[in-house]
């Protein structure tokens, strides 16, 4: 089972740097306390330091994904302190902004295209992604259950009620369908059958 090391104190310290002044929407969480999450979740699971790294780091490349870094800009400032390898897992579990030939996705292009090259991310990378996905959605359970306003909830997500509870489906089902089937997407399944009970 992977522990301290300075490569995650690394990566925590430079997640704390990025998300500085971000909370968790809806929340006045820290936004840091996503990435603690998701990397507990993968330590439960056992997976090795890497995975690990990357998951801390997973919101901080998608930040830099979605505020239109260039791949050069994302090689020196990222690919350069955790290796290219380490960037590579993190940008093939990232949505895109753009397909291949530059054009603007739409919102539902953007999660049409993500579930679609998942197929194309190695096992580690998987395991972050949906390890990200059971942290959001244990979040919003956690959440529903502790209000008696859960349209104060629903309202934080552009996708509403159904589209949330939809996406973290078929966040799961994909996962299976490209042969996926560890434990967590147990887990995930789960926690998305809940969302559509609560």
Known sequence: MTGYS????????????HHDQQVRKGT???????PANVAIILTRYGCGEDTV????????????????????????????????????????VTERRTDDDGVEFSSDDRKDDFLARLSLASE??????AADTVHNANSI??????TSFPETVWGRFAAGREGTVRQYARMSERLREIGFTAPIVDELAHAAAELGRI
């Open 141 to 146: 359970l956690s959440d529903l259950r502790r």
């Open 124 to 129: 580690d990378a998987l395991w972050v992604c």
């Open 53 to 92: 790294v990357a998951g801390i780091l997973h919101d901080v490349v998608g930040d830099c994904v979605r505020n239109g870094w260039t791949g050069e800009t994302l090689d020196e400032r990222i690919g350069a302190k955790f290796g290219t390898s380490m960037l590579a897992m993190l940008l093939s």
């Open 6 to 17: 300075d490569r995650i104190n690394h990566a925590f310290a430079f997640a704390a740097k």
């Open 28 to 34: 006045r969480l820290p936004y840091l306390t996503h």
